[in-house]
């Protein structure tokens, strides 16, 4: 059973509009969510977080936004640039679960220039 | 540090062989992963060890898939014998103790099974 979630399996966006890149979860227990950022024939790179205790967490032209009462969390890159085309993971932890990490199934975000 | 080093990188193999993906996670880390990528699943934790210690091995899809971590640098996961469905992307991660950390992963390893 998939507990974390992204409905869109792929995006495009014009250079330099913003992306948006949700994700829901079905785990009330996760208190720690990341994105990873994929390259074809490279491991995921982790690219931010936000811990349940915040609902915003800015990086840069990355920021992450948790809903908790929705269990939603989305991922907005502004200005979008042709090199954030990859696949994106987004990712939850429970303390209960130790380090275990649970994945969801991607969204290939094509930027176009 | 080099990363977490999977090999081999690509490996294609016949139906009914065994297979063996190997991984050497970052030093100083205590939580090993292996996952496998699929278009349907995503990202999917096969097993989870902490301290060369297996955790939870749920997402181990048959009996035909073992791994194990004899020591804190090396990790294996074997497949025998192999089918044409096991083809995917496998990754391994691992991680630090602690709380809010990250995985990191290797490059994985493109298994193909003909």
């Known amino acids: 059973d998939q507990q974390v979630k992204q409905n869109s399996p792929s995006l495009s966006v014009q250079e330099g509009r913003i992306s948006i890149l949700n994700c829901d979860y079905t785990n009330s227990m996760f208190d720690y969510f990341l994105w990873y950022k994929k390259y074809p024939a490279e491991g995921p790179t982790f690219l931010i977080s936000?811990?349940?205790?915040?609902d915003k967490n800015e990086d840069g032209r990355f920021t992450v936004f948790l809903n908790k009462s929705a269990k939603h969390l989305s991922l907005h890159i502004v200005p979008s640039q042709p090199g954030d085309s990859a696949v994106y993971f987004c990712?939850?932890?429970?303390?209960?679960?130790?380090?275990?990490?649970?994945f969801g199934t991607g969204t290939s975000l094509t930027v176009i220039p | 540090d080099a990363g977490v080093i999977q090999s081999p990188r690509h490996e294609v193999t016949e139906m009914g062989q065994e297979v063996t993906l190997r991984c050497k996670p970052i030093s100083g880390h205590n939580s090993l992963f292996w996952y496998r990528q699929t278009m349907m699943r995503g990202l999917e934790l096969l097993i989870y060890?902490?301290?060369?210690?297996?955790?939870?091995d749920s997402g181990m899809p048959e009996d035909r898939f073992s791994a194990k971590m004899p020591n804190a640098s090396f990790s294996t996961l074997k497949i025998q014998p192999s089918e044409p469905r096991d083809s995917a992307v496998y990754f391994c991660?691992?991680?630090?103790?602690?709380?809010?950390?990250?995985?990191?992963f290797g490059q994985g390893t493109r298994l193909t099974v003909v």
């Open positions: 060890f902490n301290n060369n210690v297996p955790i939870d």
């Open positions: 990712a939850a932890s429970a303390p209960y679960a130790g380090n275990q990490f649970y």
């Open positions: 991660a691992s991680s630090p103790d602690g709380e809010n950390t990250e995985a990191f």
């Open positions: 936000i811990s349940s205790i915040k």
